[in-house]
């Protein structure tokens, strides 16, 4: 089976982001610089993107939290110094619907978006604590990822994308959350995103030793959560975050 390599790609990143969205009821009140992460999945012949990243500076500070985003962290621009162009995108996943994971998928105009059912019937009427992240009609927002709707393909449950790439229906985070198993040198490889924003909600906290795993403070279900987690443990080697800056320290997964 073909072996793919996963480069993770910073599009952005929060100045100031509360730690216990992340890690639920854990270290309130920090503040953490957390990255808008995407993820260039690279074979022999077929390249896949992994979310789409977040907005330029300007929208996030006007509707969401404040990022920071140079020049070279542009979706664009950041693909272009992997010696990427958009067009040349086979496809898009989208982990889920928030803002910040889907913002760009109308720049890939050649590429089919692969998302869950759940996810689109979810972020077309969300709970009203998630109408900001969904930017949702209900508070008089046009979702960016509408944009390109034509060429969204919905998929229920787990789905073989490539030999060697499958998208795993991962709920909790999101109703339909999906995580990319990607099968690597170094193994299976799950492109975990916001399901584990941060590695430390694999690892475990020492100011919550009782918890062997910890959630996102972001989430719908728990039940469905815990699930999820145990998926993540059965099926994969290693985990690759969505809003963790230790993600950078390799530029490529083998």
Known sequence: MEKYQVIPINTGEFQAAEKSNFTYQVDAGVKIIA??????VKGKDKLVLVDTGGSDEEWARKYHHPIKQSEDQKPLNALKKLGVRPEDIDFVVDTHLHWDHCFNNALFTKAKIYV???????????????YVYYESYQIGMYPQWLKSMERMVAVEGDYNLL???????????TPGFQGVLVNTEAGKCMIAGDTLPQ??????????????RIVSGIHVNLFDYYRTMKRIEELSDYILPGHDLKVFEKAVYP
Do not use: M, R, V
Not at 35 to 40: E, G, M, R, S
């Open 199 to 212: 590695y430390e909600n694999w690892t475990g906290n020492p100011h919550a030793s009782h918890l062997k």
């Open 163 to 173: 030999p060697g790439i499958d998208l795993i229906f991962l709920p909790g985070h």
């Open 116 to 130: 869950q059912q759940k996810e689109l019937e979810y972020a077309i009427s969300p709970l009203p604590p998630h």
């Open 35 to 40: 990255p808008l992460t995407a993820f260039l």
